[in-house]
Nanobody, 115 residues
Framework: QVQLVEYGGGLVQPGGSLRLSCAASGSIFNINTMGWYRQAPGKQRELVAAMPRGGSTTYADSVKGRFTISRDSAKNTVYLQMNSLKPEDTAVYYC?????????WGQGTQVTVSS
């Protein structure tokens, strides 16, 4: 079992920045993928960014150039730096851990972009 705890959501004005963090604990396997998804009201959950350990990152087209995913493997923590935020980035953001067929989700953190 893997437990994920997210930090860093909140309210920010358009054009602002936020940094999300997600700490993983439990039975962590070294070769895994950690990432971020989001779900806006009335929409399906979508991939924001993913980062395999030692691999290349993946970003949704809508966030390329604005969001940056990074991870500290020693701390089993993944980060999402979000810059130039737009109202359409408003959503609940979920941390995600994958190893083989095993998937774990965090509880979600609300990000609201509004003036």
């Amino acid at each position: 079992q893997v437990q994920l705890v997210e930090y860093g959501g909140g309210l920010v004005q358009p054009g602002g920045s936020l940094r999300l963090s997600c700490a993983a604990s439990g039975s962590i396997f070294n070769i895994n993928t950690m990432g971020w998804y989001r779900q806006a009201p009335g929409k399906q959950r979508e991939l924001v960014a993913a980062m395999p350990r030692g691999g290349s990152t993946t970003y949704a087209d809508s966030v390329k150039g604005r969001f940056t995913i990074s991870r500290d493997s020693a701390k089993n923590t993944v980060y999402l730096q979000m810059n130039s935020l737009k109202p359409e980035d408003t959503a609940v953001y979920y941390c995600n851990y994958r190893f083989g067929g095993y998937v774990a989700w965090g509880q979600g953190t609300q990000v609201t972009v509004s003036s």
